[in-house]
């Protein structure tokens, strides 16, 4: 609880006094080195010198502590704010009870701490005067408090004993609407504020009393269930307690709803009465600090103290829920007499989570709500303390007063649930006890280990096991507990237990414990739950459906991370141990896990499990695997075997699988292997010559169709079909199909042969094959063979004319021989008039195409004349058309179209234009021009012959005349700079970036 407390106020040390901690009568809350739950301690208050008297009452919440001091000539109220030292607030009360007859009851303090009830009563009957009450705002400001007083006339003549504050709607400012309760048992509704001098509203609300004089409300509290609407006001009165509830509007504030059905009769409030010959009761609530919904109540009334818990559903029909009774022997108190009555029986309470503190006239103590038992008691020396007058408690903060007519002291709390978990362990209620326990681990495995006890002792061997496992009892010892037992599911379940504990426990550390004690541990557990699991799969006795459940389990037991390590580690060990159980299915699971697929496919294929093999075979992803064994499958599992190869996809190497696919020695086989090798070419696209000659050849020799189409899609380039075409040749004429060889001897240009060979099956493919060759003469002579194959020794002049309308390239008189020489001639009348019709319109057209080209020829003659003796004409004036100097001065070159350019102006400006490889070639003729002019001066030195000074000059004059054929070659504008305007200004704009900046 002194978490609970965040403004604990200063205390002095702790006063010396009596005090006393019951251990007797197997008290759980013995402490010899911890400190006590409770303990008092003074507070030192800051009364001003002018207060002197007794303290009278007190009141405190949210650490704003209100407290009445007087004398017989002057009552004060003083406000105290506790986490800080500042001068009190200050309120002189005299003038509101002297010499008019009342006495101040009781104190009620609003949760805010700014509101203030104060109760007036009568001192005599005689005293003339009506019950009354005062109600005090409290304000402060930086400066000093403001404690501003009222009475409340309208509720005259009625003596509030009872007040329910609501912390829903209430401020600083104004309370809200309240509860008051009466000592004649009635409930008002009333809200106080500063600003509503005179204007206060009181509304009854209900009648407890029923018109009793004395029927008084001794506890009023208003409750909203979290999350709702739902509202609760419990009620008590010397003998009974009393429920209202009703779900009220959002928007509305006046309580008068809750009691609207009560009132009516439709609803009868849940009254709980108690006998009792006290004439007072008590109500109190436990709330954690800060929050405005209670999680326990209790009730002081003639039996004891009732203790609960409060309903938090909405629509719960009852709201104090699980009442448990705490006998204070209050019978034996009726015959004792006043003084020893007045020593026995407790004043007031108060509540915390675990404990109750009850306050006697000269001592207080509390006893524990789990047990009933006294957990501390101290006395309070009346003559130096004063008369012990109250105890209270600031719901907000958890902090408890105790006051005496001369001293407040604060009654600390230190950690109250320390024990709880041994009193609900003692209990049997080991949820609970372990739940608090959880925070201690030395705790923690004394509640777990006689949890674990009690259910073995109770027979729930598997609920023994599971908290077994959480302790940290010695392994033999438990596992011998469990040995004996028939069933092994318990032993089963806490080796997994402590195995996994082990294991992450390596986790966390992340240390390599290979060689350690641990690391035995998790072997030896691994194995000897790996024993125990294949004794229940193969136990003989054992049903189908118990096997299937166990092997599932063992399955999923052995996937396990720690456990795959293990076994990867230990891997002969349980080898051994699956082959002495003699169980070859989990032996090749247990080759899976550790990913041995070798080995398991070859026990399957060893135990004839054919499908089994081909499982495992396609769970794997070692493709050599798949060569290995594929052999044997295709024999035993044709078609699954190529369905698992085709699943496989690209993973595989076609050609490592031909040894699995020449395994033909049925047709299944044959059609599988066939289907195969479809998937690899058409899907996979191999472009292996194996392959694709596997599957021709089989076309050829059981499917002929497919073949042509195989070819088709091949496409009739030598360079692109991916089998051997010779190899197909000599495959499809063995085996006699002569239409792939018509097709083959057409890919490798064996015209003739291939028309021959169509000939003798098929005249309409002969044709088709005749016109594929692109050369012309070579179609005419594949056409005259087939002329030749089809007329001679027919004499049919029909089909002979046909067959010059099929190919142009035939003329009757290519077919003539062909005929009798006693054919008459009449027969070939009507082709031989078409054919010298058709010769003379060919030798028209040429007449027409030589007249043509002899027009042509005269007029290119005419031009080239003309061009021989055209002229430019240079004048004094002419400039340069780059640098615009006189033209004369240097050499230059005139073009035709007008421009002239001085020799050096024109090649800078065309260099730049020329494309690498003319500028290399310049760069050479350059060079051998240089190379010519030595020669030359030497000639000038030397007498040279008149026919070598010749061809030397001849020689430069052809350089030159080079060298100026590439620079002059166009006009630089009207030729150059157009075929150079699609090209960017700039190549390098970085550099040109870069030079700019």
């Not at 003692?426 to 925070?439: C, F, K, N, S, V």
């Not at 125990?532 to 299937?548: F, H, S, V, W």
């Amino acid at each position: 609880m002194d978490q609970a407390m965040p403004n604990q106020p200063k205390f002095l040390p702790r006063v010396e006094g009596n005090s006393y901690v019951a251990t007797a009568s197997g008290n759980p809350f013995e402490t010899d080195e911890e400190e006590e739950i409770f303990s008092r301690h003074k507070m030192v208050l800051r009364v001003p010198s002018h207060c002197t008297g007794d303290l009278m009452h007190l009141a405190v919440s949210r650490n704003w502590l209100l407290c009445l001091m007087g004398t017989a000539d002057r009552t004060t109220l003083l406000r105290f704010f506790l986490p800080r030292a500042i001068p009190p607030g200050e309120a002189a009360l005299e003038k509101y009870l002297s010499g008019s007859g009342y006495k101040i009851t009781r104190l009620f303090l609003d949760p805010t701490g700014h509101h203030l009830i104060i109760a007036l009563v009568p001192k005599s009957a005689s005293a003339g005067v009506s019950p009354d009450f005062l109600y005090i705002h409290c304000l402060e400001s930086p400066q000093a408090q403001q404690l501003k007083v009222r009475r409340i006339e309208k509720f005259k003549d009625h003596e509030i004993t009872a007040v329910a504050f609501n912390p829903y709607h209430g401020s600083d400012s104004s309370t809200g609407p309240i509860l008051l309760g009466t000592s004649r048992g009635l409930i008002f509704e009333t809200e106080l504020n500063p600003a509503a001098d005179g204007h206060v509203q009181r509304k009854q609300l209900y009648d407890l009393g029923l018109g009793r004089p004395k029927y008084p409300i001794t506890g009023l509290r208003l409750l909203r269930v979290p999350n709702s609407s739902r509202y609760i006001v419990v009620v008590t009165s010397p003998e009974c307690i009393y429920t209202f509830q009703e779900t009220l509007k959002p928007e509305e504030r006046s309580l008068q709803s809750i009691f609207a059905g009560y009132v009516s009769g439709v609803q009868e409030p849940h009254c709980e009465e108690r006998k009792t010959d006290l004439t007072y009761s008590q109500l109190r609530f436990f709330a954690p600090p800060n929050s405005k919904y209670p999680k326990q109540w209790a009730w002081l009334c003639g039996e004891g103290i009732r203790v609960g818990e409060l309903s938090i559903e909405a629509n719960s029909a009852t709201t104090l829920i699980g009442s448990t009774l705490i006998n204070l022997d209050f019978e034996k108190a009726m015959h004792l007499s006043y003084e020893e009555r007045r020593l026995n029986i407790p004043k007031s309470f108060v509540l915390t989570e675990y404990h109750a503190v009850l306050l006697y006239a000269d001592h207080i103590r509390a006893i524990c709500l789990l047990n009933q038992e006294q957990v501390y008691q101290e006395t309070f020396d009346e003559s130096r303390l004063g008369r012990l007058l109250n105890i209270e408690r600031d719901e907000m903060t958890g902090s408890i007063y105790v006051y005496t007519t001369r001293t407040v002291f604060n009654l600390r709390v230190t950690r109250e649930e320390r024990n709880v978990w041994r009193i609900y362990l003692d209990r049997g209620q080991y949820e609970l006890a372990t739940a608090h326990a959880a925070e201690d681990p030395e705790h923690l495995q004394l509640v777990l280990g006689q949890r674990a006890d009690a259910a073995f002792a109770e027979g729930s061997y598997q609920v023994a096991a599971d908290y077994y496992a959480e302790t940290d009892r010695s392994f033999e010892e438990v596992c011998l507990k469990f040995m004996v037992l028939p069933d092994k599911r318990p032993i089963i379940d806490y080796v997994k237990k402590r195995l996994g504990r082990l294991t992450t426990r390596k986790q966390m550390e992340e240390e390599d414990v290979e060689d350690s004690d641990e690391a035995n541990s998790i072997k030896a557990l691994v194995i000897w739950l790996i024993d125990l699991y294949l004794i229940q799969i193969n136990m003989p006795d054992q049903d189908d459906e118990g096997r299937r459940a166990w092997q599932a389990e063992y399955d999923e037991f052995m996937l396990e991370a720690p456990v795959l390590a293990c076994m990867r580690q230990n891997r002969e060990a349980v080898q051994q141990l699956i082959a002495e159980h003699a169980d070859p299915h989990n032996m090749a699971r247990f080759a899976i896990a550790i990913g041995d697929y070798d080995e398991v496919v070859a026990q399957q294929l060893k135990a004839e499990c054919y499908a089994e093999a081909l499982q495992t075979l396609s769970t794997q992803r070692n493709p050599e695997l798949f060569y290995k064994y594929a052999p044997q499958l295709m024999v035993k599992l044709p078609k699954p075997t190529v369905d698992a190869l085709m699943a496989q996809s690209s993973r595989l190497e076609v050609e490592k699988l031909v040894p699995t696919l020449i395994a033909m020695e049925n047709r299944e086989q044959r059609e599988q292997t066939q289907r195969y090798l479809e998937f690899a070419v058409y899907k996979l696209n191999t472009t292996n010559d194996a392959i694709h000659n596997f599957l021709l050849h089989l076309y050829a020799e059981h499917e002929p169709k497919l073949l042509m189409k195989y070819l088709e899609i091949q496409g009739r380039d030598e360079s692109l079909v991916h089998y051997d075409i010779h190899y197909a040749l000599k495959v499809c004429s063995d085996l006699q199909v002569k239409e792939a060889c018509v097709f083959l001897e057409c890919l490798l240009r064996k015209w003739i042969a291939a028309v021959e060979l169509a000939l003798t099956f098929d005249m309409k493919l002969a044709k088709e094959t005749a016109s594929r060759p692109s050369d012309s003469k070579l179609r005419r002579k594949l056409w005259l063979r087939i002329a030749y194959h089809d007329i001679k020794g027919t004499n049919d002049v029909k089909r002979a004319l046909n067959l010059l309308k099929e190919c142009d390239l035939l003329r009757i008189e290519d077919l003539l021989p062909f005929f009798s020489d006693f054919e008459k001639i009449d027969n070939f009348k009507e082709a031989i008039c078409d054919a010298l019709s058709d010769y003379n319109q060919r030798i028209q057209e040429l007449q027409r195409e030589m007249a043509e080209t002899q027009e042509q020829s005269d007029r290119v003659v005419a031009e080239l004349q003309q061009v021989r003796e055209r002229s430019i004409t240079m004048n004094a004036q002419d400039t340069c058309g780059v640098c615009e100097m006189m033209l004369l001065v240097k050499p230059f070159f005139a073009f035709i179209c007008g421009h002239k350019f001085h020799s050096d102006c024109l090649e800078k400006q065309v260099l730049p234009m020329l494309t690498k490889e003319q500028t290399r070639r310049l760069a050479a003729l350059r060079q051998q021009l240089e190379a010519e002019v030595q020669p030359q001066a030497q000639a000038q030195s030397m007498a040279l012959s008149r026919q070598q000074a010749k061809e030397l000059q001849h020689k430069r004059a052809s350089l030159k005349t080079q060298i100026e054929d590439i620079l002059a070659a166009d006009c630089l504008f009207c030729g150059l700079l157009i075929n150079t305007i699609d090209q960017p200004f700039v190549d390098d704009w970085e550099q040109v970036n870069v030079e700019w900046e």
